[in-house]
Every structure is written in C-alpha cells, then in structure tokens.
C-alpha cells in the first residue's frame, strides 16, 4: 500500500519561512507533488519534484530526497494569503492515479 | 472558459436515492479522476480513467460507478446512497506525462 505523512497543522507569522514536511511509503514511486487548498476552494498544483534536489517557483520551494523517501515545502516570505491547507501527493506506477496525504493546515498570523 | 467544471456544486439527497454528479473538462486532457474530501480534508482517489482503462480503488463501495461518453467527461453514478457518502467530490484531469492535474471545484454531498 501507500501511506503519506505530513503535520496536521503549522502556525507562522507574515514574512516568515515555513517548511512543511512529508514522508511517504510507496511502490514505483514516479516523484512527488505539491498541491494547495484555500478553504471552500479546489486543490491547486504548486510544484512537482521527480529528481533528488530543490525546486524553485517564487516564494515557494519544493525539496525531495528519495533515499529518505522524504520531501518538503518550503514557503517563504508568508503572507496572509497563504493560508490554506498543503498537500503533499505521491506520482506511482500503478496507472495515472495520484495519492494525497492527509493535508498541513497553515495559519498565518499578522 | 472553466477549464474542469463539475455540476452540481451543492446536492443534498435522502438516504437510498441514486444521484449523479457530472464532470467537463476542455483542456484536451486524456486523464480524469474522481477523488473524495472528507470532513476531515483527506483526499481519496476513487478512479481514475482514460479511453483505455479504468483503475479503481478497491475500496471504493460498487455503489459508486464513473460513466465516461466521451474523453472530455467523466460522469460519477452513486447508488443507494449512505450518509457516511456526504463528502465533497472534486473531479480532476491531467494528461498523460505529465505531473499536473487540475480539479473542478467540487460537488458538495449531503446525505439526510
């Protein structure tokens, strides 16, 4: 099976760093996604790591080491805005089929 | 010009009825999903399908069963519905090779 483990809740004050962190468990694992969810809103795709390294996309960042089976996002610079839930999500073999974990909710404080 | 929408956005409905939620994409994508958000937020995929198969998640109950008449709509059928089945249902597309898939805004189920 697949399993995803993330914080369930991350709190930081505006134009703060905050890294959110996931570990997974998988077979065939392709590489690993960052999706972002405002409350009452769709999940929006915020970055994609297939290779061990760093990936950079404005304030946000997205890291994966494979060996560990471990990545992380981080965000930069918060803003208000940014509040919202942040999951990460395993790319496997098995078909096109994309497994979430149970999501971070980040809080931004003034 | 929404890219993935999903109708309806809200479906209240009594336990044992049978209701569909529809899905559209016009993104020329050759993937759709379907994934359920519980009130606790966890995204799970139910299907997944393209014009050459179907991938289920086995633990999906086979009261739920997506319809595709073509590649740009992905219909989800749910009978005998359950009250453990209020969720919010998002369909998705993505196109094979590549890694991002875009979601509808979702389908707010209540079951009373």
């Known amino acids: 099976g697949q399993s995803l483990e993330q914080p369930s809740e991350v709190t930081a004050v505006e134009g703060a760093i905050v890294q959110i962190n996931c570990t997974y468990q998988t077979s065939g694992f392709y590489g690993l996604s960052w999706y972002q969810q405002h409350d009452g809103g769709a999940p929006t795709f915020l970055s994609y790591n297939a290779l061990d390294g760093l990936e950079e996309t404005g304030r946000f960042s997205s890291f994966l080491s494979r060996s560990d089976s471990y990545g992380y996002l981080l965000l930069q610079e918060l803003q208000m805005k940014d509040s919202a839930s942040y999951f990460c999500a395993v790319h496997n073999n098995a078909g096109n089929m994309l497994t979430f974990g149970g999501g971070t909710r980040l809080m931004v404080k003034p | 010009d929404t890219a993935v929408s999903q109708t309806p956005k809200y479906l209240v409905t009594q336990m044992g009825n049978d209701k569909s939620i529809k899905c559209e994409q016009n993104?020329?994508?050759?993937?759709m999903y379907w994934y359920k958000q519980d009130s606790k937020k966890f995204l799970k995929i139910m299907f997944s399908y393209n014009n050459k198969e179907l991938i289920i998640n086995e633990t999906v109950p086979n009261r739920f069963s997506p319809k595709s008449p073509d590649k740009a709509h992905l219909n989800l059928h749910i009978n005998s519905l359950e009250l453990g089945d209020s969720a919010v249902y998002f369909c998705a597309s993505s196109l094979t090779g590549r890694t991002e898939a875009f979601f509808g805004q979702g389908t707010r189920l209540t079951v009373v």
């Open positions: 993104l020329g994508h050759d993937t």
